[in-house]
């Protein structure tokens, strides 16, 4: 799996986990602060499109997971 592969796969399951845990309607719920982090994510994302730094891109490469097309 290449690392831009990876890095979707990570940001959708923060995104769904942290969204289970901020939701008072999930079986799942702690607490709305949870929300917050799914917020980061996707700040994240966004900011990534524009200036190309990713620290999860960071982190896999350093893991040695090989860069390659989507």
């Not at 990876?6 to 901020?22: C, D, K, N, P, Q």
């Not at 994510?41 to 989507?70: D, E, H, W, Y």
């Amino acid at each position: 799996m290449t690392v831009e592969r990876l890095i979707r796969i990570i940001a959708g399951t923060f995104v769904l986990l942290s969204l289970a845990l901020g939701v008072e309607g999930s079986p799942l719920f702690i607490a709305k602060n949870f929300l917050w982090f799914t917020a980061f994510v996707g700040f994240n994302l966004f900011q990534s499109g524009f200036t190309r730094f990713c620290p999860m891109n960071n982190i896999l490469a350093k893991l040695g997971v090989k860069s390659g097309s989507c």
